[in-house]
């Protein structure tokens, strides 16, 4: 299982912060598991459609499409930073 | 070794209590500080704070780790507020002491700087005709953070 | 228009009271400050600080007055102390308030670069033996100071 | 006449803070009365014997060895400025 969460717009269009799931077979990057779960609903498809307006961490770092990722991670969808 | 303060808080920060808890320390001859605070803009009502707890704090360490790693600096402040916060109101302070001035200010800019990219913060900015929108990254803001990164000769 | 405080006096200065003093004018989103003071040496008990009266306030005038040319600045307080220091004591408040961190940062260390080099204070530090002597101009703070007249291109 | 102030440790080895002196026929630039206060007393001589390490301000301006003074001006000799 892997722990998702979303934030800011992001989590507005997906419609929840956080959710658990089951990493499927063959998905081993934080590229592929965006793939995966913009086909879980349309509200997933609407919020990643974009994947140049996303950031993303795993485990609380900062992440690339090619970051690997295994279960028990926690991984962290998000818009472009607007602290400070 | 560096005094280092991070806080993430609703509350509101007393500058001059954290001036005063890292101006004491043997050695400083210098103190820059930098204060965000929600600028009034048309129609804007309030800005609201939201962050990635856990991994806020962990990069606001990291950052003030790398402002270390570049100045011998021997205290850092961060405190960055989150929530609902109103025209004119506080938003973020940074402190950086140094036995020299310019240690002291090339660190508070440094400082700013990587929070502004390097912390998981978001703003969503709300309007008097009851609207609201997610303020968007600005371009200026990631050159700001590689231009420390630049190579000089 | 810039709101201006300038200000050379014995007493010390008050931070909160001088921040929350510009924070409220409208338009404003960051405000940088530096502070200056008495840095711990070998065996220094204390600095005094000699200025030439009338000058001084023309030149932080003209101080202001170029920095407020470079950027577009809500706020700049100046406060400079003079008379007998010890160690730990503030010297020197620089304050700056602008739309955006850039300007408030820049103009901050522009005001303290320039302040270190024209404007007319003399400084003379005393040690545990009784002796004393001036404190020697630094080159590195004329190259500071004429580092913000170089081209960029 | 003409008034000379002198700060920091130029007025410890002049021995004075202010003086008020009439300005001597062919005296009309700064660098000219240099060499004249110079020429004043012995401490004078040791005070401004080396013009390099010296600033000075003509009526609260600071100024340059060919700047113009005139009576009634107010002039001042110091040491490079170490505030702030």
Redesign the interface.
């Known amino acids: 299982m892997i722990t998702v969460?979303y934030?800011?717009?992001v989590r507005d269009r997906v419609g929840t912060d956080a959710e658990t799931l089951a990493l499927p077979a063959g998905v081993t990057t934080l590229g592929a598991l965006l793939t995966h779960l913009a086909s879980l609903s349309p509200r997933h498809a609407n919020a990643l459609a974009r994947p140049e307006l996303l950031r993303a961490?795993v485990n609380?770092l900062?992440a690339r499409p090619e970051t690997p990722i295994a279960p028990g991670d926690e991984i962290?969808i998000?818009?472009?930073?607007?602290?400070? | 070794m560096t005094r280092l303060k991070i806080s993430v808080q609703a509350a509101d920060f007393d500058l001059a209590a954290e001036y005063a808890a890292i101006a004491t320390q043997p050695g400083i001859g210098g103190i820059g500080c930098f204060i965000g605070q929600v600028r009034a803009g048309s129609d804007l009502i309030s800005l609201t704070l939201e962050h990635y707890p856990g991994m806020t704090e962990k990069a606001l360490h990291a950052i003030a780790h790398q402002a270390s790693q570049r100045w011998p600096l021997h205290a850092i402040t961060i405190i960055h507020r989150i929530g609902t916060l109103t025209i004119g109101q506080p938003i973020v302070l940074v402190l950086a002491a140094a036995a020299h001035r310019h240690a002291a200010l090339s660190a508070t800019q440094f400082l700013i700087d990587w929070l502004k990219t390097d912390a998981p913060f978001w703003k969503q900015e709300r309007f008097s005709d009851g609207g609201s929108h997610w303020v968007e990254a600005r371009q200026s803001d990631q050159q700001a953070r590689q231009a420390w990164d630049i190579p000089l000769g």
Chains 1, 4 share one sequence.
């Open positions: 969460l934030f800011a717009w961490a609380q900062f962290a998000f818009p472009p930073l607007t602290g400070g």
